[in-house]
């Protein structure tokens, strides 16, 4: 992820909340949390390589595997839980999208668009999309899955999450219209239902 799209999602973050950031790669979210909004918490990530760099950041980091959920965690631990670029690559993403409602006060997600105008190209054309968001051929992709805005939003409902905002983004700026179409990345901002 760019990063613009990092910063356009650091700011749903309240300052000084407690984050959990799922899948926190090299730690450079947080690491910009806790540098300009006074955030605390932890990052989850399981490459060895990640850890390290999260650690040479300054940044608290557990080395966890996610598709065995979040059982270390108690309700309500965190007032944001953030899965950028994660959802995609676990095989529960289901049961992950619950957990990140039952751990954090608001869960953000944000993952590539599949269907991005450019992707629905490459379909139409016979060819799995390879882009800036979607760099990898169909055979060596570490995605597991691929999803939509759309489907997101119908995830969200059919799980009872109510959803605070919601958008795409593309090349760092917000796009509030026909995000499915027109945004390579779709972000999401939710909480558990009353």
């Known amino acids: ?54 650690v040479q950041r300054g940044v608290n980091v557990l080395q966890l595997n996610l598709d065995k959920g979040l059982r270390v965690f108690g309700d309500q631990s965190f007032d944001v839980v ?18 990140t409602a039952r751990v954090g006060r608001t869960g953000i997600v944000a993952f590539p668009n599949f269907a991005h105008w450019p992707n629905r190209l490459s379909i139409l054309q016979g060819r799995m999309p390879v882009t800036k968001r979607l760099p990898y051929q169909w055979y060596d992709t570490p995605n597991i899955r691929v999803g939509t805005f759309a489907d997101f939003a119908d995830l969200a409902h059919k799980n009872k999450l109510q959803v605070l905002d919601q958008f795409g983004l593309q090349d760092g700026q917000e796009v509030r219209l026909w995000p499915n179409t027109f945004a390579s990345t779709a972000v999401f901002k939710f909480q558990r239902n009353a």
């Open 1 to 54: 992820m760019t990063h613009d799209n990092l910063l356009a999602i650091a700011a749903l973050v309240p300052h000084g909340s407690r984050v959990l950031d799922l899948g926190c790669g090299d730690g450079a979210l947080l690491a910009h949390l806790q540098q300009h909004k006074a955030c605390t918490g932890y990052g989850v990530e399981l490459d060895d390589s990640n850890v390290l760099a999260c």
């Open 82 to 99: 953030l899965q950028i670029d994660t959802l995609q690559h676990l095989r529960n993403a289901e049961t992950m999208l619950r957990e």
